[in-house]
């Protein structure tokens, strides 16, 4: 008799669903993986900083560990936010931070509230725990803040929100989301997840980092896969008082943050003109995007981030049929039926070239589809 393995709620986690890889489209279709354009995972269409491959290059030997404490890595930090090494959390890209946060902070069967239509290791990271999800209906795709107050309950540990929210690009004003770090019980952890912060236009701009001196409760999550173009060497970092930090860095991998990640990621962070361009790539990409889709009479959701999320049918099937007519043009973006939206689909901003072969490819796919 065969066993099956491990508690009930791990083998009840639905895997995480992936961007497709430019490689498996390539062999799945009989396509030139040159030729393939891929607007799934919000990436950087620039690829890495030169900036980064450099110290990357000068990196004297991976035959030693990494430094586990990342001492240089949180200085550049401490310089750029004025926060001590002591309110730092280095993470294998960001979404470490989010599972090292449920770890330390919920117990099973315990809650984390968390919002409809957010991102998607939420729950994998508290199912991972064994903890409950309160899960608050949307609010015009983003988070409804009066509800997940209203959601948290006794026995409440952690609550995510992300701002920008993925996949569907909303944003909640800073003084909204002060007004509700002051209303949340001081025991519960609130995850601010940052990792589009960078993409935010001037007049959006909001300091979490000073809330950091004021919420002890508040954990800031920031992504260098996104803006800084570094997704693929997996770094990321929080940002919260040292009664939190304290207790994530007890439970993280000793060398969590590898040795070219911490070298790479230095160099990025001192990188102004790279993050400047990336933005204003994106923000162009944005328009070009989104006029394409007012055009094609496409509703789509107004996005803060580097993705729009955008309504390809009227039928259940409309995402995973128009995804499907795209791989086959070698166009590779996000269907998200795994969160509840069967009938949109996410695309990554790209170059405006990328951006072009994408809004052709989805004509035909749409005249295609609904032949
Ligand atoms: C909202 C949000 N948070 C966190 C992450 C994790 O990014 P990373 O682990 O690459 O830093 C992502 C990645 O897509 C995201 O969309």
Redesign the pocket.
Known sequence: MSHSFGPDYIRAIAPYQGGKPISEVAREFGLDESKIVKLA??ENPLGMPESARKAMAAVADAGRYPDGNGFELKAALTAKYGVPAEWITL?N????I?ELAARAFVQPGQSVVYAEYS?A?YPLATQAVGARSLVVKAKNYGHDLEAMLDAIEDDTRLVFI?NP??PTGTFIPGPEVEAFLKRVPPHVVVVL?E??TEFLSEEQRYDSIAWVAQYPNLLV?R????VYGL?GL???YGIAQAGITDLLNRIRQPFNVNIFAQAAAIAALADDDFVKRSAQINADGYCQLTMAFDEMGLPYVLSSGNFVLVKVGDDDGAGARVNLALLKQGIIVRPVGNYGLPQWLRISIGLEEENDLCIAALKKALAETRA
């Open positions: 995972s919000n993470g890209g960001s979404n470490d989010l991102f290791v992300a929210n993925n997840d990792a589009y999550t992504s260098m896969s996104k997704a997996r770094i990321g």
